[in-house]
């Protein structure tokens, strides 16, 4: 029977109507019940998500703008055995986090990072992200990212996958079932590379913001198709040679 | 066993022996010995010692590893302790413990790497945003580097708050002889408010370590309940080292290695007959207010303020006499030491003075 994963807990969510972060709730609930929840540490971000510990009921760690990957790190190699992620969004990932992300996956510390990719800044505001298309208009670049003027979008997990510390790197998106089935299985594969110790883990989530992107959220599936996947492709971009199938 | 110890050593070995097990930092000068002891020690005593790419990254993995439980520390230097504080704010605001070494050197900006006491403002006034407050506690030799960071992180465990400990380059150089404590097994308290795993509690309730609190009003809650915690501390925590005070007509007030040199002041002057004294605050934050009262030094007429900065625990101390005395400043900023010639020139200006 189709109910509510039990590790999410009866609070509504607080996000817009066609927002992803509902969907990858979810998936992230299903998936860490087949592990065991209770060894579970998240380590919430800032951005939309930032309330996400009202509704995985796990243990958290709220981390500072960008710095998941660093307060993971320091929750990691004090609980070595436990399963521990982060939740971050596209600014606090790749942009004033680049840091901390770049260098924990170059340790190959032993986390998994969950990357909502909604190509904009959510919370504040709908301002260009790091990840905005060209073209893309948002309340800083009213006329279009200009590449001239605000670069080029940041493709997160192809640069990431070069470093040799990262054992798992995927690009999904949730735009349509058979596509949200393949992101809970890349989630699933994020989380065995973590227990397995073979090293770092990024899913990369390309995921609607019909609120800032001015479409509905029947539109938002389309662009995401149109816009996203075209210029972020879906995939995994490393697996493990073994130790997980 | 007397051992001759660096001081930057020391601050590492204390912490190895007050229970501390984590270490993460990033390289700078004049600190740099903590680091490489630590990278050596730490992994013989099952700890972990990490080299973070950024000061912003070191003290954010010091506040994952408090909030899963751990006595955790990590040292830097001016510049690097400035990026700490969206960390220190973080910690504050989190109610995590953690202890914090600055081993201050000159400033502002890239300033140099000799001895100063120029972060006395950001070490006591809070460097980070918000309204919070950080222990600050200031050894003066490299013994009391041994106590006072076993208080360090006796002290953030039992209020749940970052401590800062205040050394300088001068402190961090020196090698000392040193009677080592004897080894003993530190039971830091339970820590059953830590973001662990469910599975590490019998109950199953889950922990959710945060400094946001989107409500003003359960903001103003949360930080009433720090201000009396605060209270609490300015209360009972105050230490400070007295020096012939009972008789001065002239208290010098300093911290640190300063202190040293205004000691051997105090002694020169009094071998011409001159009534001087010192007061060391050991705690920076909570200030010792009451070695100031009249009662304390009650044959006081003047104070004279000695720093390694151009005056900042001055101020501190002109609130605790309230008015009541003068207090006057000396001091050599942006990494010149005051020399005792200097000093004694202007505490045998201040004792024509008072005459």
Not at chain 1, 104 to 131: C, D, H, L, S, W
Not at chain 1, 202 to 217: H, K, M, Q, R
Not at chain 2, 138 to 152: Q, R, S, Y
């Amino acid at each position: 029977m189709f109910k509510r994963p039990a590790l999410l807990t009866e609070k509504n969510f607080h996000y817009c109507p066609g927002c992803h972060h509902g969907i990858m709730h979810r998936l992230l609930a299903e998936v860490l019940e087949e592990f065991n929840p209770e060894e579970t540490v998240g380590i919430s971000s800032v951005g939309c998500s930032v309330f996400i510990y009202d509704y995985l009921d796990i243990d958290w760690v709220a981390a500072a703008h960008g710095r998941a990957p660093a307060v993971a790190t320091g929750v990691k190699r004090v609980k070595p055995d436990r399963l521990v992620f982060t939740y971050q969004g596209d600014g606090d990932l790749a942009a004033i986090g680049t840091g901390e992300i770049v260098h924990a996956a170059a340790r190959g510390e032993k986390i998994t990072a969950i990357f909502i990719n909604n190509a904009v800044y959510g919370m504040t505001g709908g301002q260009m992200a790091p990840t905005t298309l060209t073209g893309q208009k948002t309340t800083t670049t009213p006329e279009g990212r200009n590449p001239s003027q605000q670069g080029y979008p940041v493709k997160m997990v192809e640069m990431l996958s070069v470093l040799d510390g990262v054992a798992y790197a995927a690009r999904v998106a949730l735009n349509t079932p058979k596509r949200i089935l393949d992101a809970k299985k890349a989630l699933r594969k994020a989380f065995k590379v973590q227990r397995a110790n073979l090293g770092f883990s990024i899913v990369e989530v390309l995921s609607a913001c019909p609120t800032n992107w001015g479409v509905s959220p029947v539109e938002a599936l389309k662009w995401v198709d149109e816009k996203m996947i075209a210029y972020y492709p879906l995939g995994e971009y490393k697996t493990p040679q073994e130790g997980v199938e | 066993m007397k051992v001759l110890m660096k001081g930057n050593e020391a601050f590492a070995e204390a912490a190895v022996r007050a229970g501390c097990r984590y270490f993460f930092g990033y390289p700078i000068t004049p600190q740099s010995e903590v680091p490489h002891y630590l990278a050596k020690r730490l992994p013989e005593v099952g700890g972990v010692f990490l080299q973070a790419e950024s000061e912003v990254a070191a003290i954010n993995m010091v506040y994952g590893a408090a909030a899963a439980g751990a006595r955790v520390m990590t040292s830097s230097s001016g510049p690097g302790i400035s990026l700490m504080q969206e960390g220190i704010s973080y910690l504050a605001g989190a109610e995590l413990p953690a202890v914090i070494v600055n081993i201050m050197r000159g400033g502002p900006g890239l300033g140099n790497i000799a001895p100063t006491q120029a972060d006395y403002f950001q070490a006591v006034k809070g460097g980070g945003h918000g309204d919070y407050r950080v222990i600050v506690l200031a050894p003066a030799n490299v013994g009391e580097i041994f106590t006072l960071m076993e208080k360090a992180f006796d002290l953030a465990d039992k209020y749940r708050m970052p401590v800062m400990v205040l050394g300088d380059g001068i402190l961090g150089q020196v090698m000392e002889p040193v009677e080592l404590p004897p080894l003993k097994e530190v039971n830091p308290p339970p820590k059953p408010w830590a973001a662990t795993g469910k599975i590490e509690r019998n109950d199953k309730t889950r922990r959710i370590i945060n400094s946001l609190y989107i409500v003003p009003e359960e903001n103003e809650k949360h930080l009433e309940q720090q201000f009396a915690k605060y209270r609490q501390i300015e209360e009972s925590e105050p230490l400070h080292e007295n020096f012939l005070v009972e008789d001065a007509q002239i208290i010098l007030v300093s911290f640190g290695t300063m202190a040293r040199i205004a000691k051997s002041v105090v002694l020169k002057v009094r071998e011409r007959g001159i009534k001087a004294g010192l007061i060391r605050p050991i705690t920076l934050w909570p200030f010792p207010k009451k070695a100031f009262t009249a009662a304390s030094i009650p044959a006081a007429k003047k104070i004279l303020t000695v720093e390694m900065n151009g005056g900042q625990m001055v101020e501190d101390v002109r609130l605790a006499v309230n008015g009541r005395i003068e207090v006057d400043f000396f001091g050599r900023t942006g990494g010149m030491v005051p020399e005792s010639n200097q000093i004694m020139e202007k505490v045998l200006a201040i004792a024509r003075e008072v005459e």
